[in-house]
């Protein structure tokens, strides 16, 4: 069964500042990852897909990459706003089965 | 874009009470879900559906039941409220692997 870790499980940096959000998954055999933001007490909004074939996607200040051989996955945001602050949740999928998300990274972004 | 409904974004109601929970997708997916979401226990999939009038439990269905007449459609019923089912409560659509979420319902029983 699919296992999804995401390190750190919060983070608080001041604004400008680069980041980076990891995602570790058990079961590499995946069909695509998916990362969302959640902002409290709100519904999941996808940021990236990045299917199985792909090494990385990218949206704005977004960054999204894939290593599927090795489980992992990272989200990059460039130049960080208070307007980011929000749960991160990735979440891997793999073909004709549930889907599986990760605990999320809680990101503050000091102004 | 895609969109997908939920009928209340706050409810509250009385421990035994029967409560329906409405979700609508415009883009005619087959693959429909219903989660909650709790602090320190992430999501957890109550129900999903491939196809209407199909329905598979996921790891939490004790306590709740659902229905999908329609292929836009899928209803999360709690046929007696109890306050352990005080939650947020997710609805999704997929299509190939692609998630799209509403907003959200928050559920408090009393």
């Known amino acids: 069964k699919q296992e999804v870790t995401q390190i750190p499980a919060a983070l608080s940096v001041p604004e400008g500042e680069n980041l980076v959000l990891n995602c570790s998954f058990t079961d590499s055999a995946i069909y695509n990852l998916q990362w969302f933001r959640q902002d409290p007490g709100k519904g999941l909004t996808s940021l990236l897909l990045?299917?199985?074939?792909?090494r990385e996607q990218t949206s704005g200040r977004l960054n999204a990459s894939l290593d599927k051989s090795s489980g992992r996955s990272t989200l990059y945001i460039a130049a960080s706003q208070p307007g980011d602050s929000a749960t991160y949740l990735c979440?891997?999928?793999?073909?004709?089965?549930?889907?599986?998300f990760g605990p999320g990274t809680r990101l503050s972004v000091l102004p | 874009d895609v969109k997908v409904t939920q009928s209340s974004r706050y409810l509250v109601k009385r421990t035994g009470e029967k409560v329906f929970l409405e979700c609508v997708q415009d883009m005619d997916h087959e693959n429909m879900f219903w989660y909650r979401q709790d602090p320190g226990l992430g999501l957890r999939l109550i129900y999903f559906s491939y196809d209407v009038k199909m329905k598979e439990k996921g790891d939490i269905p004790e306590g709740y039941s659902v229905s999908r007449e329609k292929k836009e459609r899928f209803s999360l019923i709690l046929e007696s409220a109890s306050t352990n089912q005080t939650s947020m409560y997710l609805c999704?659509?997929?299509?190939?692997?692609?998630?799209?979420f509403g907003p959200g319902t928050r559920l408090t029983v009393t």
């Open positions: 990045i299917q199985s074939s792909q």
């Open positions: 979440a891997p999928y793999n073909y004709g089965q549930n889907f599986v």
């Open positions: 999704a659509s997929s299509w190939t692997g692609n998630q799209y």
